[in-house]
T-cell receptor, first 115, second 110 residues
């Protein structure tokens, strides 16, 4: 079956522009996570959805970052007024259950470059 | 409370073995291992659970020492396809979000 997909794969934005990154999780997966991965580092947690509810947004670095999953499937991560420090790969992961110790399946990521 | 991985990098010849370690300063319920190749998604390898249960890859083994809060990933008879960066992840919250280490870069040469 299809895995997690993300679009666009690459995005170049001028500083100050708004961007929207899309994640299509595996069909039927309840849990959806967004991570940010800087060059040479491990992924860092941004936010978590259980179906359409955003239950944890403690990792979002500023109020310029906003995420939604209105129908409990596709999710969008929006970054307003992008800054150079936002340049990173944004990874989406989904899992079929709620809670710890369930496999998270990652998408290929969106590489954001802010000029 | 980011887990600490060691070594940072390792170079192997095809057929050699390697061990990658992951340690945490907090008590763990589970440890997750992923491999990521350049420009690609992290790929799930294994979950180790408190109590000894393992779920994952047939050709890779791992251990989880709950008392020492450590996990080790064992790669035996390495193949060229094993090259990549290996990450361990520990639980960051009750919903299952992971805190990843900085990774171990493994290069397997012919």
């Amino acid at each position: 079956g299809a895995g997690v997909s993300q679009s666009p794969r690459y995005k170049v934005a001028k500083r100050g522009q708004d961007v929207a990154l899309r994640c299509d999780p595996i069909s039927g997966h309840v849990s959806l996570f967004w991570y940010q991965q800087a060059l040479g580092q491990g992924p860092e947690f941004l936010t978590y959805f259980q179906n359409e509810a955003q239950l944890d947004k403690s990792g979002l670095p500023s109020d310029r970052f906003f995420a939604e999953r209105p129908e409990g499937s596709v999710s969008t991560l929006k970054i307003q007024r992008t800054q150079q420090e936002d340049s990173a790969v944004y990874l989406c992961a989904s899992s079929s259950r709620i809670g710890e110790a369930d496999t998270q399946y990652f998408g290929p990521g969106t590489r954001l470059t802010v000029l | 409370q980011q887990p600490v991985q060691s070594p940072q990098a390792v170079i192997l010849r095809e057929g050699e073995d390697a061990v990658i370690n992951c340690s945490s300063s907090k008590a763990l319920y589970s440890v997750h291992w992923y491999r990521q190749k350049h420009g690609e998604a992290p790929v799930f390898l294994m979950i180790l659970l408190k109590g000894g249960e393992q779920k994952g890859h047939e050709k890779i083994s791992a251990s989880f020492n709950e008392k020492k809060q450590q996990s080790s990933l064992y790669l035996t008879a390495s193949q060229l396809s094993y090259s990549g960066t290996y990450f361990c992840g520990t639980e960051g919250g009750s919903q299952g979000n992971l805190i990843f280490g900085k990774g171990t870069k493994l290069s397997v040469k012919p």
